[in-house]
C-alpha cells in the first residue's frame, strides 16, 4: 500500500488585539471544521510561524486556548514575528516542546522543521544555524537510508534566506524532498522549480488578496505525489482531493510513471475529507463519469482509467464538490526531459494562477518579492 500522508496549514496567525482578536475567531472556526468534517484523515495540523503578531504572552495565550478542543496533533515553528522580543522565550514558552520538534517521522515521512528565524537579526533576516544546517543534512540522509520520503516545514521559501538560500534548495533537491510547505507571504502559491514543489498559504488574519477570505490549506503526498488545495473557511462538504497520479504543473520527475504515467491502464487516486457513508464520488476523463472504489476506511477512493498519450482533464466529484488535474501521460520512449536546475527555490518558479486550488497569482504580500495592491 502506498504512503500517504495528509495535514492541515493554518496561515500565518498573526495574533493580535488591535484587530479585535481576528485571529482568535478564525482559528476557532477552523479547529471546529477539522475537528467535524476533516478528523483523522489529517495526520496533523501545521502553524508555519509568525504565529503571535507581536509575540506576548497574551497573543500566544489566545492561540494556545483557541487550539485546546483540536483533536488532532499539531506542530508549529517560529516566524519573525515571534521573534519579536529579541529572542523565542514567549514562543517557546507558549508551545510545548511536543508541539515544536526539530523532526518527527508520520506515516512513513521524514518531517523536518526547520528554525530560520533565532540566528537571524530580527525582522525578514532569515538565516539557518549551524545547528539546523547540520541537522537538516543528517535528517535528509536518514530518510534516504530508512526508505522515508522527505518533507520540510520553513517559515520562507529558501530565496528569502539572507545567506546559502540557492545552497539549501539543491540540498533539498539532491535529497529528492518531496514537498517543501512555507507561510510569509500571505498569499496562496505554489512553485515548482524541477525538482522540488513549494507551498505558500494566505495568512489567516493579515490577507491581502481575495477580498480578505480567509481559509486553509490541505496538503497531501501520496506515494511521493504531492498535491495542495485550499479551503475556505465555512465552504461546503465533502471536499475532494487528487492525490496521484501528479498534475502536470506539480511534476518533479517526468520519468516516474507515479507521476507521468504510461499509456493504457492508469491508476488514479482522490482522497475525500468530510464525507459521509452516502457520499458518492466519481470520476471523469473525457467520457461519462464512473463510479471511483473505496478503500475500507472510506478516505481513499480509486478508479483505473484507460488513457492513450497526450494531456488529460480528470475530474474526481463528491458531492457538490470537485477537483481536476492536468494529467500527462507518455510512452517510455517519450518521456519529458529536464534541464539543469536554474535558481532552486526562488519563487520565479510558481506555477501562476491556478484558481480551481485557490490560487490567484496575485502575490499580493510583505516578502521580498510582494506586490502592492
Request: hydrophobic letters at 40%; a negative charge; one cysteine or more.
Amino acid at each position: 500500500m502506498s504512503a500517504t500522508i495528509s495535514w492541515v496549514h493554518i496561515g500565518d496567525l498573526h495574533m493580535d488585539e488591535a484587530d479585535g482578536w481576528l485571529a482568535r475567531e478564525r482559528l476557532a472556526a477552523i479547529v471546529g471544521e477539522i475537528n467535524e468534517r476533516i478528523g483523522d484523515a489529517a495526520d496533523f495540523v501545521f502553524l508555519p510561524g509568525d504565529n503571535a503578531n507581536h509575540a506576548t504572552p497574551e497573543q500566544y495565550r489566545a492561540i494556545t486556548d483557541a487550539l485546546v478542543p483540536l483533536r488532532r496533533p499539531h506542530r508549529a515553528i517560529p516566524g519573525d514575528h515571534d521573534f519579536e522580543l529579541g529572542s523565542l522565550d514567549t514562543y517557546e514558552a507558549a508551545f510545548p516542546a511536543i508541539n515544536r520538534p526539530e523532526v518527527e517521522v508520520i506515516a512513513g515521512h521524514r518531517c523536518v522543521f526547520l528554525d530560520m528565524i533565532s540566528a537571524g537579526a530580527g525582522g525578514p533576516d532569515f538565516r539557518l544555524t549551524m545547528h539546523h544546517r547540520n541537522r537538516l543534512l543528517e535528517e535528509l540522509a536518514r530518510a534516504e537510508a530508512e526508505g522515508q520520503v522527505p518533507l520540510v516545514f520553513m517559515h520562507a521559501y529558501p530565496g528569502d534566506l539572507a545567506a546559502d538560500g540557492e545552497a539549501i534548495a539543491r540540498t533539498f533537491a539532491d535529497a529528492r524532498v518531496a514537498f517543501v510547505d512555507t507561510g510569509h507571504t500571505h498569499y496562496n502559491e505554489l512553485l515548482n522549480d524541477g525538482r522540488v514543489v513549494y507551498g505558500a498559504t494566505r495568512s489567516t488574519a493579515q490577507i491581502e488578496e481575495d477580498g480578505g477570505r480567509p481559509g486553509y490549506t490541505i496538503v497531501t503526498v501520496h506515494d511521493r505525489v504531492p498535491s495542495w488545495r485550499f479551503k475556505p473557511i465555512g465552504g461546503g462538504w465533502p471536499f475532494v482531493q487528487i492525490v496521484a497520479p501528479a498534475d502536470l504543473r506539480l511534476v518533479t520527475r517526468p520519468a516516474d510513471p507515479r507521476q507521468v504515467p504510461r499509456p493504457g491502464e492508469v491508476a488514479v487516486v482522490a482522497k475525500l475529507f468530510g464525507g459521509d457513508a452516502d457520499t458518492v464520488v466519481t470520476i471523469m476523463a473525457g467520457g461519462a463519469p464512473q463510479p471511483m472504489t473505496a478503500d475500507a476506511d472510506g478516505v481513499l477512493w480509486r478508479a483505473t482509467l484507460s488513457l492513450a498519450p497526450g494531456l488529460h482533464a480528470v475530474t474526481v466529484t463528491a458531492g457538490a464538490d470537485q477537483d481536476t488535474i492536468s494529467l500527462l501521460v507518455r510512452p517510455e520512449d517519450n518521456i519529458p526531459h529536464r534541464t539543469l536546475p536554474v535558481a532552486p527555490g526562488l519563487d520565479i518558479h510558481t506555477v501562476g494562477a491556478w484558481p480551481e486550488r485557490g490560487i490567484l497569482g496575485t502575490q499580493l504580500g510583505p516578502n521580498k518579492n510582494g506586490k502592492k495592491p
